[in-house]
């Protein structure tokens, strides 16, 4: 297995940072409706940094981040479409809270240095 290297030298915002950004924004744009642009600019800006961060320890956090938000925009559609028949309602407080929970437990890797994984 090949060891993941932290950056040397970094210009601007580092990647580190950019990672902390990319789950506040994601964290912000959560918490309502109105917010909802900053889910959306945080995916944007994963997908457009996520070459820069291919074999760094920050690789596994984009991922991890993609995956919540397809995921999780998977199952709030589906909740929303159950809302007809009364039990979406359910379904989308599930989504929410396993949403929070991917955030939570990719953001407290990200701080202790580790990469989110879906085993631990």
Not at 1 to 7: A, D, E
Not at 58 to 69: G, L, N, P, Q, V
Request: glycine content about 8%; overall charge positive.
């Amino acid at each position: 297995m090949s060891q993941l290297q932290q950056p040397e030298h970094e210009t601007g915002l580092s990647l580190k940072n950019l990672t902390h950004a990319i789950y506040a924004l994601f964290s912000v744009g959560i918490v309502g409706a109105v917010f909802a642009l900053a889910v959306i600019a945080a995916v944007v800006v994963t997908y457009y940094k996520r070459s820069e961060v291919a074999g760094t320890v920050y690789a596994a956090h984009f991922d991890w981040i993609i995956k919540t938000f397809w995921w999780g925009l998977l199952w709030l559609i589906v909740s929303w479409v159950l809302t007809l028949i009364f039990i979406g309602w359910i379904t989308g407080l599930l989504a929410l809270i396993w949403i929070y929970y991917r955030l939570a437990k990719g953001w407290l890797a990200h701080f202790a240095g580790k990469s989110p994984s879906a085993d631990a």
